[in-house]
């Protein structure tokens, strides 16, 4: 990589990490993992991470450019982020970046991280790691079908609402019985009140 597309950060303070730490960035990531189960695929993106002359691991993109960084913790897929390059000390390895899409800015080391599992991608164009596909299947539809009645000689009879006329009607004898099974027993709850009320009065 050629010295003029990076940035040395000098004498900034800042160290390259023993081991990934979990951030707030981390824990959202971390969600949106355990709804998706399982990484973004990147497998055929080109590395971002080559070896100089003497075989010591470099970084080949440099200042302003976009990068690829699947971030892992303990064996937990914490997300996949599109970065933009910031600051890059090829000494200790430490990368500043800033997401985009995020508006969040991040802080990693190229030689230290991919001990912990982490990958670094160069992104190709038409990449997008933040939408969701749809689904290229659909749930099939269910059709109830109606039941159309028939005649005895098979033909469709029109349904008409409402019940059959008659059908529950009960005749005037009946209903005059009912009535006056009603009333005496109406009749036979009111003077067992009153009897009570007098016993209480009593």
């Given at each position: ?25 981390d824990t959202i990531d971390s ?82 991280a991919p001990k912990s599992g ?85």
């Amino acid at each position: 990589m050629e010295e003029q597309n990076q940035e040395v950060l000098g004498e900034s303070g800042l160290t390259a990490p023993e081991e990934v730490d979990e951030s707030v960035e981390d824990t959202i990531d971390s969600m949106l993992a355990d709804r998706r189960s399982q990484p973004v695929y990147i497998d055929d993106l080109p590395d971002a991470i080559g070896t100089d002359e003497q075989g010591v691991p470099m970084l080949i993109l440099g200042k302003d450019s976009l990068i690829v960084i699947e971030r892992w913790y303990k064996n937990r897929w914490l997300g996949t982020r599109l970065y933009k390059v910031l600051i890059v000390n090829p000494i200790t390895g430490d990368i500043r970046m800033h997401d985009e899409e995020y508006k969040q800015s991040a802080q990693t080391n190229y030689l230290t991280a991919p001990k912990s599992g982490w990958r670094f991608k160069q992104p190709v164009p038409g990449l997008n790691l933040y939408k969701r596909s749809k689904p290229s299947y659909e749930a099939p539809k269910v059709v109830a079908s109606k039941v159309q009645p028939v005649d005895d000689d098979g033909n469709p009879v029109e349904k008409k609402r409402g019940r059959p006329k008659g059908s529950k009607n009960r005749s005037a004898e009946e209903m005059a019985k009912y009535r006056s099974e009603q009333f005496a027993e109406k009749k036979a709850k009111r003077e067992a009140r009153e009897a009570r009320k007098l016993r209480r009065g009593a």
